[in-house]
C-alpha cells in the first residue's frame, strides 16, 4: 500500500543492521567486529573500576532536572579536560554546555551554525563517522567531501584535503576529528594540523572539531588532545582567528555508552564575547530535549572532580588503550604470517578500528563462511578480538584473501 506522507521505508542502518544479523547468528565461532565499544578479554562489556567506585558514592543521587546548559560543575571540569591549563584563559570568549553525547554535541552545533553562521558548505572527511553527513543533511547544509585517506597510500592524502578545503568559502564549516579518526585509524601529524591551522585561519573557515576519543585512542589524556589545544593557542595569539568548537564525547574514554554524556565548546575571536553565543545554545537545548541526561554526567565529574577517582580513571585508560594496542599488534603478526603480505598499517592506526583495506566481496565472504562480522569498508574493531578468537580471525582472512 501507499506510505504515508510518500514515504519510502528508508535503509537500514548498516552497523546496526549487521549487529542485529550477528545477534541471531547461531554459529559456535561467530566474531563481531561491528561495534564501536570496548570489549574485555573474554568479550564482555566493562564497566571501568573508576565509573564503578563514582557510582557508589552516588547512591543517593537525585532524581531532579539539571538545568538546561547542565550540570555546570561537569561541564567546567569537561572544559579543563579538553583545554587543558589553556581552559583558565578561555573565559569570556567561550561558551560550553553540556549536550547529549558527542551525537547531540555535534548535531547542536551543526544546528547553531546554521543558523547563525551561515556556511555555504560543510566539508566533511572522506571517509568518516557515517553521522556526520546525516547530521548536517537534516542541519540543510551543502556537505563537501574533502579527500582525506588514501587506500592505495594507507596514509592521509593531504594535498588533496589542502586542495579541497581551498576551495571554501569563509564562513564555511570544516569538520575534524580530533584523534583516532573513525573509521581509519589515521591521524594527522602535527606539522599536518599545522598546516589545516594555517589554512583556516587564512580562509576565515570555522572547525568542527569531533574528539570522541580522548585518552581512549593512547591512554594520554593530553596528546590526544594536542591538536585541538593547538587551535585554542591560534585564537588567543590572533585577533583576526574566526574561532571554532569541540564537540566532546565521553563514551568511550568512560565506557558510559547508554547514558548520552557529551559537552559542546565554542570559541569566539578573542575580541567578541561568547555570552549571547551561549543563550542560543541553551535556547537550542531547551527547544530541543530541555535539559540534558544527569546520571552519567554525575559520575563524570566524580571521578574528574576527585584526585584518587581520577588517577584510578587514567590506569582504566591505561586497561583499556593496552589491550587494544596488543591485540593489533598481534593481528598485525598474524596477518603477515597468515598471508606473507605486510600488514604494518594495522599497526600503525591509533585508537579502536582499523581500517584493513579488505574489500566489500572479502567482508561477504568472511560473514557468510566465517561467522565474523565487520563493515562493509573492511572497517574492524579491534576490540572484538581477544586472544581466543584472534588465530581463527587471522586465518578466515587469510582463506579469504588466497
Ligand atoms: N564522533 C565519532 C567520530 C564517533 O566515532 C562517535 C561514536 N561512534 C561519536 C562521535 C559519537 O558517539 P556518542 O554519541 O556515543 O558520544
Given at each position: 500500500s501507499k506510505q504515508y506522507l510518500g514515504l519510502d521505508v528508508a535503509p537500514a542502518d548498516t552497523a546496526f543492521g549487521l549487529m542485529a544479523n550477528f545477534a541471531a547468528d547461531d554459529h559456535p565461532k561467530k566474531v563481531s567486529l561491528l561495534a564501536g565499544a570496548y570489549r574485555d578479554e573474554q568479550g564482555n562489556p566493562w564497566v571501568l573500576p573508576s565509573v564503578r567506585e563514582a557510582k557508589k558514592r552516588l547512591s543517593?543521587?537525585?532524581h531532579e532536572y539539571l538545568g538546561i546548559a547542565g550540570s555546570p560543575g561537569f561541564v567546567k571540569l569537561a572544559k579543563e579536560l579538553i583545554f587543558g591549563p589553556i581552559s583558565s584563559k578561555l573565559q569570556g570568549n567561550a561558551a560550553s554546555i553540556q549536550t547529549v553525547s558527542g551525537t547531540g554535541a555535534n548535531h547542536v552545533a551543526a544546528t547553531f551554525l546554521a543558523k547563525h553562521?551561515?556556511?555555504s558548505q560543510v566539508f566533511i572527511p572522506s571517509?568518516?563517522?557515517?553521522n556526520h553527513k546525516s547530521i548536517w543533511q537534516m542541519a540543510g547544509v551543502p556537505i563537501v567531501e574533502y579527500p582525506y585517506?588514501?587506500?592505495?597510500?594507507?596514509?592521509?592524502?593531504m594535498d588533496g584535503m589542502l586542495h579541497s578545503l581551498e576551495q571554501a568559502k569563509p564562513n564555511d564549516v570544516v569538520i575534524v576529528q580530533?584523534?583516532?579518526?573513525?573509521?581509519?585509524g589515521v591521524d594527522l601529524s602535527p606539522a599536518q594540523w599545522k598546516q589545516v591551522a594555517e589554512l583556516v585561519q587564512r580562509k576565515k573557515l570555522f572547525t568542527v572539531f569531533d574528539s570522541a576519543y580522548q585518552g581512549f585512542a593512547t591512554g594520554d589524556v593530553d596528546g590526544d588532545a594536542w591538536a585541538v589545544r593547538h587551535f585554542a593557542e591560534a585564537v588567543l595569539a590572533s585577533e583576526t582567528h574566526p574561532g571554532f568548537c569541540v564537540a566532546q564525547s565521553f563514551s568511550k574514554n568512560f565506557g558510559l555508552?547508554?547514558?548520552r554524556v557529551g559537552a559542546l565548546h565554542l570559541v569566539v575571536p578573542q575580541?567578541?564575547?561568547?555570552e549571547g553565543a551561549q543563550s542560543e545554545l541553551s535556547l537550542i537545548a531547551r527547544a530541543e530535549y530541555s535539559n540534558p541526561p544527569r546520571y552519567g554526567a554525575s559520575i563524570v565529574e566524580a571521578v574528574l572532580g576527585d584526585q584518587a577517582l581520577r588517577l584510578q580513571w587514567k590506569a582504566d585508560l591505561d586497561t583499556m588503550s593496552s589491550r587494544i594496542h596488543r591485540m593489533r599488534n598481534m593481528l598485525r603478526q598474524k596477518l603477515e604470517d597468515e598471508t606473507?603480505?605486510?600488514?604494518s598499517h594495522v599497526g600503525k592506526q591509533i585508537g579502536?578500528?582499523?581500517?584493513?583495506?579488505?574489500?566489500a566481496m572479502h567482508v561477504v565472504r568472511l560473514r557468510e563462511e566465517y561467522h565474523i562480522y565487520l563493515l562493509p569498508s573492511g572497517?574492524?574493531?579491534?576490540?572484538?578480538?581477544n586472544e581466543s578468537n584472534i588465530d581463527y580471525v587471522a586465518q578466515a582472512i587469510g582463506q579469504v584473501l588466497r
Open positions: 543517593e543521587a537525585t553562521l551561515r556556511p571517509p568518516t563517522w557515517i585517506y588514501s587506500s592505495s597510500t594507507k596514509e592521509i592524502d580530533a584523534c583516532a579518526h573513525n573509521p581509519t555508552y547508554g547514558e575580541s567578541l564575547s561568547a606473507g603480505q605486510d600488514w579502536m578500528f582499523s581500517y584493513t583495506g579488505l574489500t572497517r574492524v574493531s579491534i576490540c572484538g578480538l
